[in-house]
């Protein structure tokens, strides 16, 4: 029997600390959560309006059916089970990668613990990797940490920017619309939220007006420490230009504050003239004084072309950190004891692909062009096809891998949704996936401007259901409108 202190359990709702209960995550919210329970009434044969539910909200690749890198897969293969080094079916060099990683592992096994910060070979890859994305800048591999994906990263990061307990809360300034993680771990840390809006009326660019607005505003409740950029964006799919960089970079030097550089879906730039800048190569560029402020950048192989989310693989570079403070990072680091050793593995086959001339490499440029190719024109199609929709306006999908329309919902609708305790677009979207089985996130849950909703939906679908999800959500959307107005 289960010990019970005083009749009653030990941790009850009541008891459970605040930090707790104030973190939210809307990407696993209520509509995933009944997008389930959707799916279990449809197994066991409840008549639905629809025949299965289509979960497009959440960046994961290989659910929607997008087929793994064949180097990535022998590769991990290979480490997982050696004895596969025994079969001819496998190209050399991705024997000769899997004996590489094996031999650096404690008793040439993933099964082994790595030093916490991860393997040496695969942080030197990394390294390598960065140096050529940012035109020969040096990369020091002792300023690499592999995580358990990007967000392992970012919470380590943001733990050590926290201020004391007896001390003003520590600041971070986070986009608004941002990616839950942040507003999440802020409540779970007990900081505080300072909220920068991107401007949805200019491709949800970022204005330094906007960003001192909200620091000024902030100085009465907490001490800033950081600024948060998603770029490309989640949810809202942007590209930030060069010199908007620029000017982000001055401005967060002038105010002392480290850049968390969340940089994951750095490979996925769709639009035309737009390209990826990492913030480490536009501050080294604009010279000293600005070569010198403290960056975290974040990466993953959960997005880009790879789409390995079950890898559970990341790593953050950190830039301009103080000796003595990496110092405590590397201790912070080492409670965690170290990240996936499979999903090192995996890191390693992206930022140490097959080369020109190497049995693998054809293979895998074409499936990673493959996979870029698809992403880019699925991006062009969600576009055209939301802004077709009546009361439906989106701004082009630039990259990332997802789009981020706003909706009109009357105003009947918006004042049944707040007399039953919810947002207007939580409201419209479990009837959304009640009638239709489309299951997106409801852009309540990434903040958004007051008197706006929005909802993010992914590209990642194959073309076709892409296709057919919209012109359900179109039926939709054209029906609620009239049944609310």
């Known amino acids: 029997m289960m010990y019970k202190a005083n009749g009653n359990h030990c941790l009850t709702i009541n008891s459970l600390s605040s930090t707790v209960k104030n973190v939210q995550y809307a990407v696993r919210g209520k509509v995933v959560i009944r997008a389930a329970e959707l799916e279990k009434e449809l197994k066991n044969g409840v008549s639905k309006p629809f025949e299965r539910v289509i979960r497009a909200n959440i960046g994961d690749c290989h659910a929607t059916g997008q087929k793994p890198i064949t180097f990535l897969r022998q590769v991990m293969a290979i480490c997982a089970y050696p004895d596969l080094l025994e079969i001819s079916d496998f190209p050399q060099d991705a024997k000769e990668k899997a004996k590489e990683l094996l031999n650096a592992c404690g008793g040439g096994s993933v099964g082994a613990y790595t030093d916490s910060a991860g393997l040496d070979i695969v942080r030197k890859h990394i390294a390598e990797f960065i140096k050529n994305r940012d035109a020969g800048i040096s990369c020091d591999p002792d300023n690499i940490f592999l995580t358990t994906g990007a967000s392992g990263g970012i919470k380590i990061m943001m733990e050590m920017l926290l201020n004391g307990p007896n001390e003003t809360p520590a600041g971070f300034m986070i986009p608004i619309p941002q990616y839950p993680l942040y507003s999440a771990t802020i409540s779970e840390y007990n900081a505080e939220k300072i909220g920068y809006y991107l401007d949805e009326d200019n491709n949800w660019s970022l204005s330094i007006e906007e960003l001192e607005r909200s620091y000024q505003e902030s100085l009465k409740r907490c001490q800033p420490k950081a600024i948060c950029i998603i770029n490309p964006g989640n949810p809202t799919g942007q590209v930030l230009s060069l010199e908007n960089m620029q000017q982000i970079v001055k401005w967060a030097y002038d105010k002392r504050l480290f850049i968390l550089a969340d940089e994951v879906y750095q490979d996925n730039v769709y639009a035309e ?110 576009t055209e096809l939301l802004n077709k929709i009546e009361g439906v306006k989106c701004n082009p999908v630039q990259g990332a891998m997802y789009a981020f329309p706003q909706i009109t919902i009357p105003p009947k609708a918006i004042q049944h949704a707040k007399e039953n305790g919810m947002e207007p677009d939580m409201f419209y979207c479990l009837e959304l996936i009640n009638q239709t089985g489309i299951c997106v996130v409801p852009g309540s849950g990434f903040h958004q401007r007051p008197g706006t909703y929005h909802f993010r939906t992914t590209i990642l679908p194959p073309t076709d259901q892409i296709k057919s999800l919209l012109s359900k959500f179109e039926k939709f959307h054209v029906r609620f409108l009239k049944e609310w107005s």
């Open 273 to 382: 003239g737009m390209k990826f800048h990492s913030f480490k190569k536009v501050a080294a560029e604009l010279g000293y004084p600005y070569s010198q402020i403290e960056i975290a950048s974040f990466y993953s192989t959960s997005k880009g072309f790879m789409g390995e989310c079950g890898a559970r693989a990341g790593y953050f570079e950190v830039v301009n950190m103080d000796e003595d403070v990496k110092a405590e990072l590397k201790k912070l680091s080492s409670a965690q004891l170290c990240s996936s050793v499979l999903g090192q593995v995996c890191m390693d086959t992206i930022v140490s692909p097959p080369k020109p001339g190497e049995p693998s490499y054809e293979l895998f440029i074409k499936e990673k062009q493959g996979v870029l190719n698809s992403l880019k024109e699925k991006a062009q199609l969600v």
